[in-house]
């Protein structure tokens, strides 16, 4: 099963930026599509971005398009999401997720993804 782990997130005052990044150890991310999801307290898990397993396809949910942008490295073997013009409403827990190999597309609901990382927090308050 492939390992995911985020990092990148922190507290930041509203208009702020922030880059979060999604590793891999043991497996290479570039046969995998991969998302971005957010969940804040009370609310289900968001679908925030994703990209294909080309990268030539993304997507981004309507409340951060033009803030934010999903990219794929593959000498780093990491899946970055650039966060700009935060706002208080980006304050969530951001979770990076993968899709299985036979699945290269574009998704943004949950149930579409196999593979989880764990997390990281990103607070957006002044």
């Known amino acids: 099963q492939l390992q995911l782990v985020e990092s990148g997130g922190g507290l930041v005052q509203p208009g702020g930026s922030l880059r979060l990044s999604c590793a891999a150890s043991?497996?290479?991310?570039?046969?995998?599509?991969i998302g971005w999801f957010r969940q804040a307290p009370g609310k289900e898990r968001e679908g925030v971005s994703c990209i294909s397993r080309s990268g030539g396809a993304t997507d981004y949910t309507d409340s951060v398009k033009g803030r934010f942008t999903i990219s794929r490295d593959s000498a780093k073997n990491t899946v970055y999401l650039q966060m700009n013009s935060l706002k208080p409403e980006d304050t969530a827990v951001y979770y990076c997720?993968?899709?299985?190999?036979?699945?290269?597309?574009?998704?943004?609901?949950?149930?579409?993804?196999?593979?989880w990382g764990q997390g990281t927090q990103v607070t957006v308050s002044s």
């Open positions: 043991g497996i290479t991310l570039d046969y995998r599509a």
């Open positions: 997720a993968a899709r299985t190999i036979n699945k290269p597309l574009c998704a943004r609901d949950p149930v579409d993804y196999r593979d």
